[in-house]
């Protein structure tokens, strides 16, 4: 027994070493078919190391069709947000070149992937735990994220949220599943919301947080029915009570999510912006953040407010000091409460953005650390 968790244990660590250094060295891993291959090899060698058999639930089928049926459901949610957001054609357009250079590998990766997590597995340990988890997500880096997008703030926050963290918890959900289920749910799950985007020619043009949102919420959700529908509690009370419970405190934490997706996207009623300048210092000092009312023609401006306004392509957050009407048209004169001077010109209404309602104090700090970080190197 001992022999065989030192097994595992060694197997982990070795493709974890091997993921980590492929991912920060250059041309080691460049191609996903090299990917492919690499992770066959593996898994070749990990089903002939790795003897035995882990246990499933009885629910296995039951689990697998539900897995089906979320999969094509996240689908349907992430179109259906494409008919508010509008489309845009597909990166890749589905050919026979598509099949061999896309489509195989991402397969044949996804396939490997769960083969090796599921030996990993057998070994019952949160050590074993996490080095797979580790694994899961070193590999999706490797197929999904571009390295050299680090070296600016943006290409950061891409890789971090988009691909780290929404690897992170799908990665968490693939264990849970692919240990108490089995691999066959988890990689037909991974095929379909995987493979849609070399197939169907276009996709939703979603605001990058709002994407990254959709791919960090879902496995959670999944992780919630699936618990509740085939967890084993013994009394029949306890289950309503502890689901009464889960669902206050899931759908709670849900809510809240989406409201700061919908905050964070500005795409809604109301918004949030960072203050990255010292231009209204001691009404609303930088590194502070404020919650803006989206402005509509209807609405009525006066001297005094402060406005969000785009000016070169940037969101300015100053006060209005004169509104005048010449030609039937409205110009709106602004200034920073710490500026001395007007600012130049004057904006019109289509240049308004929204009304500030709300300052949260040092909220935006660590996202200006970052970029002046970023920027000195």
């Known amino acids: 027994m001992r022999n065989d968790k030192a097994k595992i244990y060694s197997l982990e660590i070795i493709l974890f070493l091997s993921l980590f250094l492929a991912l920060f060295v250059p041309n080691i891993l460049k191609s996903r078919l090299i990917v492919a291959v690499f992770l066959t090899l593996y898994a070749l060698v990990t089903l002939y190391v790795v003897k035995g058999k882990s246990k499933f639930s009885i629910y296995q089928r039951k689990e697998f069709l539900l897995l089906v049926f979320l999969a094509i459901i996240y689908l349907v949610i992430y179109y259906m947000f494409g008919m508010y ?6 990166v890749v357009k589905f050919s026979l070149n598509t099949i061999f250079k896309y489509i195989m590998p991402v ?14 597995l057998i070994e019952k340990s949160k050590l074993s735990f996490f080095l797979t988890l580790g694994c899961g997500i070193l590999i999706d880096l490797i197929v ?22 929404a690897s992170c918890a799908s990665n968490l959900l693939y264990n849970y599943l692919s240990k108490r289920f089995g691999m066959n749910s988890v990689i037909v799950y991974k095929i379909i919301t995987n493979i849609y985007i070399y197939i169907i020619p276009v996709v939703p043009d979603l605001y990058l947080f709002f994407n990254t949102f959709i791919r960090l919420i879902y496995p959670y959700v999944i992780y919630i029915i699936v618990d509740n529908l085939f967890s084993k509690v013994r009394k029949e009370n306890a ?5 009464k419970k889960s669902t206050i405190i899931n759908g709670s934490l849900i809510v809240v999510m989406i409201l700061i997706v919908m905050l964070v996207s500005c795409r809604f009623m109301y918004g949030i912006l960072v203050i990255g300048s010292k231009s209204m210092t001691g009404v609303i000092n930088k590194g502070d953040a404020i919650i803006f009312k989206q402005y509509r023609d209807k609405d009525n401006l006066k001297v005094g407010d402060v406005v969000v306004f785009q000016k070169d392509d940037v969101k300015i957050v100053h006060r209005l000091i004169e509104i005048k009407k010449i030609n039937n048209e409205f110009r709106f004169y602004t200034k920073g409460d710490k500026n001395k ?10 240049d308004i953005v929204g009304v500030a309602k709300l300052r949260i104090k040092y909220i935006g700090l660590p996202t200006l650390y970052l970029r002046e970080l970023f920027e000195r190197e």
């Open 85 to 90: 957001t509008g489309f845009k054609p597909s």
């Open 107 to 120: 397969v044949i990766i996804i396939v490997t992937t769960e083969i090796i997590r599921s030996r990993f």
């Open 144 to 165: 999904y994220a571009n390295v050299n997008q680090l070296n600016n703030l943006d290409g950061f926050l891409l890789i971090l949220g988009y691909v780290f963290f």
């Open 239 to 243: 289950i309503i009570v502890n689901n």
């Open 341 to 350: 001077e007007v600012d130049e010109g004057f904006i019109k209404q289509h």
